[in-house]
């Protein structure tokens, strides 16, 4: 399993964790697993940021996750040789394009 498969699983576990549309249901269990701690005072009172704070929270691990899961790894890759003599990766989605065009 390559590391862009793990870290995309990571955020998206986190996109869907801190997604607000969950919030309502999510953040009273928390704050009654809490109840009685200064955390879940504080928490109540501040409960606009948590809000604000998890849908930033969402959105970028949402951001990651779209831009790292679709991102093949080196071995996904061929080498090109280039006309000058230099080699560069070119994606397997682009070299059949290439040999077909």
């Given at each position: 399993m390559s590391?862009?498969?793990?870290?995309?699983?990571?955020?998206?576990t986190l996109a869907v964790i801190s997604c607000p549309c969950h919030l309502p249901l999510v953040l009273p269990v928390v704050l009654s697993v809490l109840a009685?701690?200064?955390i879940a005072i504080w928490i109540t009172q501040h409960i606009g940021w948590i809000y604000g704070?998890?849908?930033?929270?969402?959105?970028?691990?949402?951001?990651?996750?779209?831009?790292?899961?679709?991102?093949p790894t080196a071995t996904e890759c061929k080498i090109a040789a280039q006309p000058d003599g230099t080699h560069s990766f070119v994606y397997p989605s682009i070299q059949s394009q290439i040999k077909e065009g």
């Amino acid at each position: 399993m390559s590391w862009n498969y793990m870290r995309s699983g990571m955020t998206a576990t986190l996109a869907v964790i801190s997604c607000p549309c969950h919030l309502p249901l999510v953040l009273p269990v928390v704050l009654s697993v809490l109840a009685g701690t200064p955390i879940a005072i504080w928490i109540t009172q501040h409960i606009g940021w948590i809000y604000g704070g998890t849908a930033i929270v969402f959105l970028v691990s949402l951001l990651l996750t779209l831009r790292w899961i679709g991102k093949p790894t080196a071995t996904e890759c061929k080498i090109a040789a280039q006309p000058d003599g230099t080699h560069s990766f070119v994606y397997p989605s682009i070299q059949s394009q290439i040999k077909e065009g």
